[in-house]
């Protein structure tokens, strides 16, 4: 925003400001997250502290302070933002996603060669995890989570760990596991997704869908071909006891093979052409082949019979493909309508809007502190920014949480 939109929005922002941070005993540093907002919110190429700090007229040190050595818990500002996201957009889905932050030198919290997404290769930065709020006109981040790679344990890293102020409990936990754990996180403050969705980063791991399934939480996650399931009429067989050592338990005595062969084996005129949502010039559509399937592959988890649950097999096969491009597996109801089920299921889309304004319009990747509280804290604020730029847009009087 320029000077004079800022100045015209003031207001709002004051009242927004004072409900996000109410939490804050201090009167300081109410005041000083306030003035963090207005710099990311303050028009400008660069967003870390001492641009930010020229650009309000102030010392950055106030700035410095205030992200990285003041006591404020980040977590009571995280929950009032994430229950204003929720009034704000009305989400259909939650998004479950990654991204990087490039990176110079092994200073920063959590920076390794990694894969990275964003880069589209593997690279020096830092990833972070994050769980997003998505309808089809707006979104905006929950919760977010450093990843902190296995090189940041073990006694070789403590000097790392000392200088970046990584708490003691705070060790190497994978991705899909930080993505549960912000999950829990906002179901203790009374918020859970009718859906959720993600990538085949997630999708394809048993670990992560046993934990939604354990959660109780519906899915519709983007899934690998390679995945394998049984056909929807399998049914598991108890072997004949032969009268040593346990009963047998009953298993499929067939093999699972992959969701492709699934797929090809019903034939691409099994399936139907759909039309999931409007876009900005044109009808999204596509075809789809729909199957039901017994998910296998590593742990399935039978029922008492030996009975794995049926899930859907959604796999994309525009014309002139020679097989699908795309596939994901739910567990959402038997009889939801194609259409729906095939709109949540690419609801993902909406939060590369989010990644887009919160790098290169409110300096989301442009934290440059040496502190893992520092960054939280920042991503934090970065994404009440957010929420007051998606506020203005779609409810300019988001209610506060009672």
């Known amino acids: 925003m320029r000077a004079g939109e800022l100045a015209a929005v003031r207001g709002r922002l004051e009242e927004f400001a004072s409900e996000v941070f109410a939490s804050l005993v201090r009167r300081d540093q109410r005041e000083k997250g306030a003035l963090y907002l207005r710099g990311l919110l303050l028009e400008g190429r660069r967003k870390s502290m001492q641009p930010m700090a020229e650009r309000l007229g102030v010392d950055h040190q106030q700035l410095q302070q205030f992200l990285t050595s003041s006591t404020w818990p980040v977590g009571d500002v995280r929950a009032r ?21 490039p990176k110079d030198g092994r200073s920063s919290p959590g920076v390794a060669r990694q894969y990275s997404g964003t880069l589209g290769k593997v690279g020096n930065c830092q990833i972070g995890v994050s769980v997003h709020a998505a309808s089809d006109t707006a979104s905006c981040p929950l919760a977010w989570r450093l990843f902190l790679p296995e090189s940041w344990d073990g006694p070789e890293a403590a000097g790392r760990r000392e200088r970046c102020r990584i708490p003691a409990d705070e060790h190497h936990r994978p991705k899909w596991q930080l993505a549960l754990d912000m999950l829990d996180e906002l179901d203790a403050i009374g918020l859970r997704p009718a859906v959720l969705v993600a990538d085949t980063g997630y999708g394809a791991n048993a670990d992560f869908r046993h934990g939604l399934e ?52 019903a034939r691409r005129s099994s399936g139907r052409a759909v039309t999931w949502r409007k876009g900005s010039k044109a009808a999204m559509s596509s075809h789809f082949v729909l199957l039901r399937v017994r998910l296998a592959g590593r742990r399935p988890k039978p029922a008492a019979d030996g009975t794995i649950p049926l899930s859907w097999l959604i796999a994309q096969w525009p014309e002139g493909h020679d097989e699908p491009v795309k596939y994901w597996i739910s567990n959402l109801p038997a009889d939801i309508p194609a259409k729906d089920l095939i709109r949540l299921a690419k609801s993902r889309w909406r939060i590369e809007h989010d990644y887009r304004e919160l790098k290169t319009v409110l300096g989301l990747d442009h934290f440059e502190g040496r502190s893992f509280t520092g960054w939280h804290r920042h991503v934090t604020l970065v994404t009440a920014a957010h929420l007051f730029l998606t506020e203005q847009r779609t409810c300019p009087k988001a209610p506060a949480r009672a």
């Open 81 to 101: 933002l994430a229950w204003r996201a929720v009034a704000a957009v009305r989400p259909e889905v939650w998004v479950v996603d990654d991204t990087g932050f």
């Open 214 to 265: 354990d959660r109780r939480l519906a899915y519709a996650l983007q899934a690998k071909a390679e995945m394998t399931a049984y056909p929807e009429d399998a049914e598991p067989v108890t072997p004949a006891y032969g009268g040593l050592g346990p009963h047998p338990k009953p298993c499929y005595r067939t093999r699972p093979v992959s969701l492709r062969d699934h797929v090809m084996a």
